[in-house]
């Protein structure tokens, strides 16, 4: 079993700013004996205009704040998992989840699959795609499948991460105030239930500025579903919540319920639009030992694309 601290914030467009709240929940986490830290969504970041976000996205490698988080995890022995943006091409950026381990090396990223395109707020238009589903990593509280906020709504990539044996699927968020009242709690419920895993959500909170606002309620949902804890959405300080992470738990789940003995087929999904296609190995879906690798490609042209039966 290990601990896990979960950060809520209010980010600004002030990096040094928002590195200083980490920091402070970096000290909050090690007192509390956690193994790892999870921050929201643009954690470095949340701009009043797409130029502005533009403008204020650097490379990994010589990020102040980014370079900033790799000190204090060496210096704590403390794993970070945090969303930043990073420079992408034609002029837009990546919307990106990082995981720096305890000795302070970027172990993995993933960049968003699904941009929010709704209403007002056009995350497509200054922001890239990404390209990839990440295998799960190996860290000091078990298997991690990262994803971003938005990817909460379509669960075909958090199964493809069931199928690679993750233990524990990220969603840093930073959920609209309607968007939230109305979905957040459903869908972390649902992630988790479907995919036998921890999800843990760690979420932007309060006015960033005057066009913008973040419902909170940082979530963690164990794999039978029940929520370990919610931050709630009333308070504007940076805080971190704790929760214990039992794999034996999760184990016992599985057993009483052995969802994976159904079959499953996919190898190719549309992860946004019909313009945009994943692709998808058998063995990504099923492991490398499923009798059902042999079956040759096949493309639905949904969003729903695997079918169990």
Known sequence: ??????????????????????????????????????????????ATSPSESLSLALPMS??????????SALENNLAINVGIHVPASNNKLFNRSC????????????????LFDYGALKESNSVEGGKDIV?????????????????????EISLALKRQAAQIITYPSAFTVPTGKAHWEILLRSRAIE???????????GAHNEKRTSYGHSMVIDPWGKV?????????????????ID?????????????????????????????KLCELRIEDLL?????????????FQTTVGAFGN
């Not at 995919?195 to 909170?205: G, H, L, P, S």
């Not at 009798?291 to 490609?297: G, N, S």
């Open 99 to 114: 995981w720096i381990n305890e000795k302070g090396e970027i172990e993995s990223y993933y960049d968003k699959l699904h």
């Open 62 to 71: 010589s990020s102040p704040f980014v370079l900033g988080l790799q000190k």
């Open 228 to 244: 370990l804890l919610d931050m709630t959405g009333e308070g504007k300080e940076a805080d971190i919540g704790v929760v214990d």
């Open 135 to 155: 295998r799960p990593i190996e860290t000091v509280v078990g298997r991690v499948g990262l994803m971003i906020c938005f990817d909460l709504r379509f669960p």
């Open 247 to 275: 794999l034996e738990y999760r184990e016992k789940i599985r057993s009483q319920m052995p969802l994976l003995r159904r079959t499953l087929w996919l190898a190719r999904i549309v992860v946004s639009d019909e313009t």
């Open 1 to 46: 079993m290990a601990i896990a601290a979960v950060g809520q914030l209010c980010s600004t467009a002030s990096m040094s700013h928002n590195l200083a709240l980490c920091q402070s929940l970096v000290k909050k986490a090690v007192e509390a004996g956690a193994k790892a830290l999870f921050l929201p969504e643009a954690t470095d970041y949340i």
């Open 287 to 299: 492991g490398s030992s499923s009798p059902m690798r042999e079956i040759k490609t096949m493309q």
């Open 195 to 205: 995919t036998q895993a921890y999800v843990i959500a760690a979420a932007q909170v």
